[in-house]
Nanobody, 124 residues
């Protein structure tokens, strides 16, 4: 059974940087997809970034393009999200999720397993 655990969330000032990690266990990532989602207070969970382990292709939500970078390390079963030049709208709980089918999807309904989330707060 696949298990995901996020880490790296913290309080960071506007314009700062942080790196989130998603450690996957119970399954070897190869043709699969890991997505990052954010849930802000009172809002729905939305897709932020996705990486495919089959071909390394990625997807980013428009507001984070050029600021966030997603990367995957197959040897460590690890996915990271580098967040640069953050702003208060980036605040929320960040979840990573696993798609067995390997789709490059922004829709949470297409993911079968989820981590517990890590809190990111962008504030002065």
């Amino acid at each position: 059974q696949v298990h995901l655990m996020e880490s790296g969330g913290e309080l960071v000032p506007p314009g700062g940087s942080l790196r989130l990690s998603c450690q996957v266990s119970g399954f070897t990532l190869n043709t699969h997809t890991i997505g990052w989602f954010r849930q802000a207070p009172g809002k729905e969970r939305v897709g932020i970034s996705v990486i495919s382990f089959e071909d390394g292709s990625t997807w980013y939500e428009d507001s984070v393009k050029s600021r966030f970078i997603v990367s995957g390390d197959m040897s460590r079963n690890l996915v990271q999200l580098q967040m640069n030049n953050v702003n208060p709208e980036d605040s929320g709980i960040y979840f990573c999720a696993f798609d067995y089918e390997g789709r490059l999807s922004q829709y949470e309904t297409e993911y079968q397993a989820w981590g517990q989330g890590t809190q990111v707060t962008v504030s002065a």
